[in-house]
């Protein structure tokens, strides 16, 4: 009976610890709710090359994007999309990540909180992006319109494990894009 009593706390305690770490992963989405999203069938990702020591995490991050947008009718285009798809992360450390407008040259598209940013954006300048430890930013241009229309962040303790940090970070993205505007087709 001891031994039964025993196993039983191993279960529940590693179902607690199951829960909580699943309750770790934070998610917020800001989107401008005047746009009409169902609008947008095509887009295309953020030419400008970001540094990174990870490649082959940024493939599954845009594949998993990728995915979402796919499932809710949009079509990657090499030319003329109706959005751009910019996205952020860091992974080890904190990073502060400057990008280039994809309209005016340097400079960048503002956020819908500026306390996100560094500091702001000046035409002809770098907009530089506070990401910490954990984090992934995902942000939808409207190429119209010049201006940031949504905004995913998902912030969790990554797992050192290849493939536990691919499954962070497929539902991360599908975390975020559950609560994009138009929904799966």
């Known amino acids: 009976m001891r031994l039964r009593s025993w196993r039983i706390s191993i279960v529940l ?3 607690l610890i199951s829960c909580s770490a699943a309750r770790a992963q934070k998610i917020n989405v800001e989107f401008d709710k005047s746009v009409d999203f169902a609008k947008f069938k095509t887009y295309a990702w ?5 540094p990174t020591t990870k490649p082959l995490l940024v493939v599954a991050i845009k594949g998993a994007v990728n995915d979402e947008l796919n ?3 949009l079509k990657e285009v ?27 040259g340097p400079g960048g598209v503002p956020a819908f909180n500026q306390s996100f940013l560094m500091w702001g954006t000046v035409p002809g300048s770098a907009t530089t992006v506070a990401v910490h430890k954990g984090q992934l930013v995902v942000d939808v241009i409207d190429a119209n319109a010049r201006k940031l229309v949504w905004r995913g ?3 969790e303790n990554l797992s050192d ?4 940090l691919l499954e962070q970070v497929n539902t991360a993205v599908e975390k975020m894009f559950a609560r994009y505007p ?3 087709q």
């Open 182 to 184: 138009v929904k799966k």
């Open 78 to 104: 090499a030319a003329t999309p109706d959005i751009y798809v910019q996205m952020y992360g860091a992974s080890d450390t904190d990073a502060s990540i400057s990008y280039s407008d994809l309209y005016y």
């Open 161 to 164: 494990q290849r493939q536990k």
């Open 153 to 155: 962040q998902a912030k």
């Open 13 to 15: 305690f590693a179902s």
């Open 71 to 73: 499932k809710r009718g």
């Open 46 to 50: 953020d030419p400008t090359p970001q």
